[in-house]
């Protein structure tokens, strides 16, 4: 069976995820305990692992030791990807980067994120019923809005400044297009992020890479991601927009037979299926779906109990 791991980024996580898994899985709990060491964070605190401002670190944690629940029953995936965030943990779940040095890096990228989007506010949309090109069109006639994320045919994210993002809004609306507001807090994979991206590259350069062990499709080059090029894509990941729909397209043409998102919600389970029409889509965010999912795929459920 050729299985293609998606793993999440923000946007879906929830009030006590991962609590579960901490209290029934022994590997899960062993990975959270040594994500808590690393970073002098108590992650097992449901509090801590909610708190916003340790989101990216909490969802790597929680996806990461999630691949490796999987990893103990189901045969080794084909490729991986992720959005945004989700690479990193798709990276470190292909062990091009070990989990100690995935954490301390999110954490700093999640910091250098934060602080530009302190220095240049900005917001983000959804546009719907709409394809890239009308999209693209649109914001390359108005200042300060950019799009963002490329999903599906016809679902595109947009960014920028808030006065941009308005902008477009009003002219997409004219075209009776569905655009739908995200609660984001900073407009990323859009110029904004110039600080943030600028940062990551100083940071990078004390980071050592490995290849993939497992082929992990990027976002941005919707190329796999090789040590060569890790460092320069991750950087250009900030400022330029996602390629979730080619990445699907890239992975299908393998003949992929089932995806499984990874990590809190099924936003990609969604999308993949607008791409991949007929490729079965499975999500595990949970104790509960952990186990339907390893059920349905065949393995048996110890999950390295012994």
């Known amino acids: 069976m050729n299985l293609c791991y998606l793993f999440a980024g ?10 579960d898994l901490y209290r029934n899985e022994p590997l899960y709990k062993q990975i959270v305990d040594s994500a808590s060491e690393t970073l002098d964070l108590n992650l097992a605190d449901h509090n801590t692992f909610d708190n916003p401002k340790n989101t990216q670190v909490a969802i790597l944690t929680m996806s990461y030791a999630i691949s490796k629940l999987l990893s103990k029953q189901l045969p080794t995936p084909k490729a991986m990807m992720g959005l ?4 990193y943990s798709a990276l470190v779940s292909s062990e091009a980067l070990s989990f100690a040095s995935g954490l301390k890096l999110v954490h700093d990228r999640s910091m250098y994120m934060d602080e530009a989007g302190e220095d240049h506010p900005g917001s983000m949309a959804a546009v719907l019923k709409a394809t890239p090109d009308e999209v693209t069109s649109v914001c390359n006639e108005i200042d300060g809005v950019y799009p ?6 016809k679902q595109t994210v947009i960014g920028g400044t808030k006065e941009g993002v308005k902008a477009a809004k009003k002219a997409l609306k004219a075209q009776k297009k569905i655009v739908i507001p995200l609660k984001v807090r900073v407009a990323s994979h859009t110029p904004l992020m110039q600080s943030a ?3 990551l590259a100083k940071r990078l350069e ?3 890479f490995d ?5 992990v499709i990027s976002n941005t080059i919707v190329k796999p991601f090789t040590k060569d090029n890790l460092k320069d894509t991750l950087v250009e990941q900030l ?9 699907i397209k890239a992975v299908d043409s393998k003949d992929i037979d089932a995806f499984i998102e990874i990590g809190p919600g099924h936003t990609l389970s969604k999308l993949a299926n607008k791409t991949a029409k ?8 949970d104790e509960k779906s952990l186990q339907e999912v390893v059920s349905k795929l065949g393995g048996e459920l110890n999950y390295g109990r012994k």
């Not at 945004?84 to 690479?87: H, K, P, Q, R, V």
């Not at 400022?239 to 990445?247: A, G, K, Y």
């Not at 007929?278 to 965010?285: E, N, R």
């Open 278 to 285: 007929g490729v079965p889509t499975y999500h595990v965010q």
């Open 211 to 215: 290849n993939p062990e497992v082929p």
């Open 10 to 19: 923000q946007g879906s996580q929830f009030a006590n995820m991962g609590q």
């Open 84 to 87: 945004s965030l989700g690479e």
């Open 148 to 153: 963002a994320n490329f999903n599906t045919a």
């Open 239 to 247: 400022v330029n927009p996602t390629h979730f729909m080619d990445d």
């Open 206 to 208: 004390k980071v050592t």
């Open 197 to 199: 991206s600028d940062k």
